[in-house]
């Protein structure tokens, strides 16, 4: 059989219309950065502009300016853009409810990858560099941070004092030091100048091991800014052995659904090479493989 023919083939409408006074006005706008809605006779704005409802009945004239943000309603995400799309990467088509505004536009939604897409997220809207008095004046809309920037840069100095810097001293040389009550044996790490409970002195440094028990621990799955890891991760309150108070450090090695309080778990440090005046020197605890602990033997440390 012969192989079957094919062709490119483009369908093209080539016309020029008048816009009218309704969207002339709109489309204007946008050439100056301005963006309008037009009221109804009900009292609603629609944007973009029209000469008439979805009723049938004419709108007002009255242009009401809008703010350059909204919210998308729904959208649908193009993986592999075509050569007349607006973008050349991919993007999400939206209805996009201007602030002010009682109906949705449809436009496009730069938001770098799909899983950043979600109905009711926030969007704001980006020029075009070069107006031309059309839609396409508006180049599209882009993802609003829930969050505000407020950038603080300090620069200073840091004393630990005596205590900590021991601490800090004993990391460098892979050792975890606390600081222990002569007289009721417990011991806090990092070492303090004064048991927390009895406000007598903590003299007295001792070495603890640096595997324990995760008493509690949280799964963060929500990004911040300024954070240093990808969600998941998991965050936990570990008691080493030889310890009366947990210190905080990231739980891996494990699947997230399988960590559980009990857990013996052991540090996983860096190379010796790396080693600083750090608690960074532990990359992360990991299980050991041991039995679990009994609650009854930490339910105190929570």
């Not at 629609?46 to 979805?54: A, G, I, N, R, T």
């Not at 973008?87 to 799909?114: C, K, T, Y």
């Not at 300024?226 to 905080?248: E, N, R, S, T, W």
Request: glycine share 8%; charged share 25%; aromatic share 10%.
């Amino acid at each position: 059989m012969s192989e079957i023919l094919s062709a490119p083939y483009v369908l093209e409408y080539t016309y020029t219309r008048s816009t009218g006074p309704v969207v002339g006005r709109f489309l204007e706008g946008l050439r100056y950065e301005v963006l309008e809605g037009v009221r109804t006779a009900d009292g609603r704005v629609l944007c973009p502009p029209v000469e008439y409802d979805e009723q049938g009945e004419a709108t007002t004239g009255e242009f009401v300016q809008l703010r350059p943000s909204g919210t998308v309603k729904t959208w649908s995400w193009v993986e592999e853009p075509r050569k007349s799309h607006p973008l050349d990467r991919p993007f999400a088509w939206a209805l996009i409810q201007i602030d002010g505004a009682d109906n949705s536009m449809l436009h496009v939604v730069d938001a770098g990858e799909a899983k950043r897409m979600r109905t009711g997220m926030r969007v704001r809207l980006r020029w075009a560099e070069h107006k031309s008095g059309t839609i396409r004046d508006i180049a599209c809309f882009e993802p609003m941070s829930p969050f505000m920037p407020g950038p603080v840069h300090l620069e200073y100095e840091v004393n630990p004092g005596q205590h900590y810097s021991a601490y800090l001293r004993g990391l460098q040389r892979g050792q975890i030091i606390g600081g222990k009550d002569p007289e009721s044996g417990k011991v806090y790490v990092p070492p303090r100048a004064a048991d927390p409970v009895t406000g007598r002195p903590t003299s007295e440094y001792v070495e603890v091991a640096d595997r324990g028990v995760l008493t509690t621990f949280t799964i963060i799955r929500i990004p911040f800014e300024g954070q240093k890891l990808k969600p998941p991760y998991c965050f936990g309150a570990i008691v080493l052995d030889g310890a009366d108070m947990p210190i905080y450090h990231l739980i891996s090695g494990v699947p997230h659904d399988e960590i559980r309080m009990g857990m013996r778990v052991k540090a996983k440090w860096k190379p010796k090479e790396q080693w600083q005046t750090s608690l960074e020197n532990i990359l992360y605890f990991e299980p050991t493989g041991e039995p679990d602990v009994p609650f009854e033997e930490y339910e105190e440390h929570l």
